[in-house]
């Protein structure tokens, strides 16, 4: 009665002024920001109770809003199994595990879509069940397919857990790390022909902290066994790739002295080479068959004219020692 009352007060207030028509409103709406709208239809919905169907039939129209995605079933999770753990949260409109065609079997995973999507939040409000001993996970389908339901701390929650005894089922794994704080999923790993454990299994708990204490815990013995506990990317040995195959050590490039000059390549360095002046004066070839050097650059060694690169002039000390290599490079040096 009371609500009846206010809508109306609501009615007679509204008759006595003037009402906005519809465009009038859309351009007032259409600047706000999407907070501001969330809190302005919430309001009025917690208001007007015809509001507010209308605003869960609009939310409930899209199927994607009222469908999850269910991972880690059990091999041997049956459909009628998976909809019956999300029947309490409301009408099932579908509810399958998908199974792999070719070998009908379970591919560990199936869909829950509810008739609406009132029943979808309240599920997804506990989205860890326990279904058939594994502890399964569900989230919206439509995240799952875009890939934005992946926490960007998985790395530092997610715990592979090693040298299990076959004798430890999921749940036994569960209530073993459930000490160092909430779980959000995990199980023993099956074998899909055999259903038999295969020795290791998965615990990702809810925050990065119970996950460190759960490494840092010296006690590690579960079904009369050390087991493993690290982090489930370490596990993988993704490591970078080494640059250089093994065995093989880097060489840094040979020093070169900047008035060095290779055959066939410029000038290497900034300023010019050492003893040479720019434009410089070559001599003319003489007619004997072997040239006199350049009266620019005297020579105490022949002129081997069949090397392409410029004559650099070294001389011998007073001790007779071998003349330094040329341009500091230990694989050229002039001959004597």
Known sequence: MEGLKKRKLELDEAGNGE?????????????LAKPQLVDLLAKLGSQYPSIA???????SADPAHRKLFVRGLAWNTTSETL???FQEHGEIEEGAVIFDKVTGKSRGYGFITFKNMESTQQALRAPSKLIDGRLAVCNLAC?????????????????????LSPEVTSEILLNYFARHGEIEEGSVAYDRDTNESRGFGFVTYKTAE??????????????????????????KGKTGQPPFPSGVVPMAP?????????????????????????????????ASPYPNPPPTAPSLYPIQWQIPYPQ?????????????????????YPKQ
Not at 19 to 31: M, Q, V, W
Not at 53 to 59: L, N, T
Not at 281 to 286: E, F, G, I, L
């Open 19 to 31: 009402l906005a028509s519809k465009e009038e409103l859309r351009f007032l709406i259409e600047p």
């Open 312 to 332: 650099v002039s070294a001389k011998k000390d007073q001790h007779g020692d071998p003349p330094a290599a040329v341009g500091m490079n230990p694989y050229y």
């Open 254 to 286: 040979l020093p070169m002295n900047p008035g060095y000059m290779q055959p066939g390549k410029g000038h290497v360095g900034s300023g010019p080479p050492i003893n040479y002046s720019y434009p410089q004066t070559v001599a003319p070839y003489s």
């Open 53 to 59: 169907e209308e605003i869960k039939s609009i939310a």
């Open 83 to 85: 909809r019956a753990a």
């Open 210 to 235: 119970a996950a460190k204490k759960a490494i840092d815990d010296v006690e590690k013995m579960l079904g009369g066994r050390n087991i493993v506990v690290k982090y489930a990317d370490s596990h």
């Open 143 to 163: 995240e799952s397919l875009s890939g934005t339901s992946s926490a960007p701390d998985l790395s530092l929650r997610k715990l592979y857990i090693g040298s």
